[in-house]
């Protein structure tokens, strides 16, 4: 492990986390299981807008390989600058799905992200993965 990955979460990161926990929890109390993916997304963001979180959605990535830019990824989210939010409508988090958030904090140089399933009759606990690099 690098230095970084050793130090706990920044206090302003786990504050902002909870509130887009909170922010998602909303949502899924209000619309349910049962719609796509785009739906929550787009719930989640005006949610995020309502409590006045700073956000990106769709935000492009691009992966370096032999310092070439590979342009095409994008993340759901990425909340103030440090925190990644994917969401999902699945039979339940797959280990893919945290690969890929690890993913998507390695290329950023990031800590923390979020893996929410919408797909689910209760978000807490159960539609909920947090994913720590």
Known sequence: MNEKQDEPIPADVEWTGRRVIGAAISVHRAL???????????????????????????????????????????????????????????????????????SYLRTLNLRLGFIFNFNVNVLMPDGFKRVVL
């Open 32 to 102: 349910g299981p049962g719609y796509k993916e785009s739906i929550y997304v787009e719930a989640l963001c005006i949610e995020l807008n309502v409590r006045e979180v700073k956000f990106e959605r769709e935000k492009p990535i691009t992966v370096m390989y032999r310092d070439r830019a590979i342009p095409g990824q994008r993340l759901d989210l990425l909340v103030g600058g440090a925190l990644v939010v994917e969401c999902k409508v699945v039979e339940a988090i797959a280990p893919l799905h945290t690969r890929q958030v690890t």
